[in-house]
């Protein structure tokens, strides 16, 4: 987070010119549930890389604006570079920073990915939503069982699961043990127990779908999986960030 911090705060950095930034999100949620008794990964990793699907769909839309303004000059993110999108999702209206750091939607939830286009176009702009709806509610932070969600609206990242599923490239500490709740893979405890997430509805997007073998796969199957068996399932997934060494070593700390 500490790299790039300028243009994080200023877009004109990444766009010579912008002048607008134009903020989207793209539903994931899927009421699909592994098997019972398993080894779990977050939802986001069902299917193939939202990272391509997304950018495709944002370089359609992006055309469109063209077509219909002529030529401009603009870029699109997606989890991609240093651009503050929760901050710009909440300045747009879409929703509020909950107290597990993500962006919350009234009646939709927060499973859903942040995608932006910052152009060098003005645009009629809209209300940035300012009501915290979360109020007195603790649920996310009392789940938590790494204790990464903090009382003031912060979190603690190296403490975070998903850091050490996905970022971290050396061992797991031992003192973490036992508190991964069975997550390979990401996690996704603190949106599970959000109230506001009752509301979220199935995605539609084919390509968000997981591989058939997926949720069959038990904590054995985990356990014994090969990397051709890896390379299979997750072929197009986000799954690969953590690479097959990396996924052994997220399912070891539940062998030892």
């Known amino acids: 987070m500490k790299n790039h911090f300028d243009k994080r705060l200023d877009p004109t950095l990444l766009v010579p010119g912008a002048k607008s930034v134009i903020s989207l999100q793209y539903n994931y949620y899927t009421d699909k549930s592994p098997s019972a008794n398993t080894y779990k990964i977050s939802k986001y990793a069902y299917g193939e890389d939202y990272h391509h699907i997304i950018k495709d769909k944002l370089f359609e839309l992006l055309n469109y604006i063209t077509e219909k303004t002529g030529e401009v000059n603009a870029r699109v993110f997606t989890d991609s570079a240093p651009v503050l999108e929760r901050a710009w999702a909440k300045k747009s209206g879409l929703g509020w920073i909950g107290k597990h750091s993500l962006l919350i939607t009234p009646q939709k939830g927060s499973f859903h990915f942040l995608a ?36 003031d609206n912060s979190i603690n990242g190296s403490k975070c699961i998903s850091y050490f599923t996905i970022e971290l490239k050396n061992e797991i500490p031992s003192s973490m043990k036992g508190k991964f709740d069975d997550w390979i893979f990401g996690c996704d405890i603190c949106q599970n127990v959000c109230p506001w997430n009752r509301f979220s509805l199935p995605h539609k997007e084919e390509k968000f779908k997981p591989h058939p073998d997926l949720l069959q796969m038990t904590k054995h ?36």
């Open 116 to 151: 932006e286009i910052i152009l060098d176009l003005e645009l009629v702009y809209d209300n940035e939503f300012k009501t915290d709806h979360c109020g007195n509610c603790t649920k996310c932070i009392d789940a938590c069982p790494t204790e990464a969600i903090l009382p």
């Open 221 to 256: 199957d985990w356990e014994e999986i090969t990397e051709d068996i890896f390379k299979r399932i997750f072929k197009k997934s986000a799954v690969k960030r953590t690479k097959f060494p990396g996924l052994k070593r997220n399912i070891s700390i539940f062998k030892n």
